[in-house]
């Protein structure tokens, strides 16, 4: 995700942080769910389209809001912001939603 973005989303009313932040870069997507929702996060934005077919988001602890764009540069991103937001502000423990 883009660094960018995170900045961008801070100025909103959400705290925010990125996989590279925490130094969590290297950790797979199973263990990046649970370190997520042991650490408190309520949801995970994610441009990995594939993540619902290899992870059970189901049991996840947090919501998943998956960001289908062409790239995950800022300016492919921003119009997604006002879906983003809202996304966030419905978002439920287990609940998959994709964002485009």
Same mark, same amino acid.
Do not use: C
């Given at each position: 995700? /883009? &660094?960018?973005l =995170?900045a $961008?989303?801070? /100025? /909103? ?5 990125? !996989?590279?932040?925490? @130094? $969590?870069? !290297? %950790? &797979?997507?199973?263990?990046?769910? #649970? #370190? =997520?929702e042991?650490? @408190? ?11 619902p077919?290899?992870?059970? %988001? =189901? #049991?996840?602890?947090?919501? %998943? ?6 790239t995950t ?14 996304a966030?502000? @419905?978002n #439920? ?5 994709? !964002?485009?």
């Open positions: 995700m /883009s &660094n960018s =995170a $961008w989303h801070t /100025s /909103s009313l959400h705290d925010v942080s990125t !996989v590279q932040g925490e @130094g $969590w870069a !290297v %950790v &797979n997507n199973g263990k990046l769910l #649970r #370190r =997520a042991v650490y @408190g996060f309520d949801a995970l934005l994610t441009a990995d389209q594939n993540l077919f290899q992870q059970n %988001v =189901a #049991r996840a602890g947090l919501a %998943v809001i998956i960001l289908r764009a062409p540069k800022l300016e492919d991103l921003l119009p997604l912001a006002p879906r983003i937001l809202s966030l502000r @419905g #439920r423990p287990g609940q998959l939603q994709y !964002v485009y």
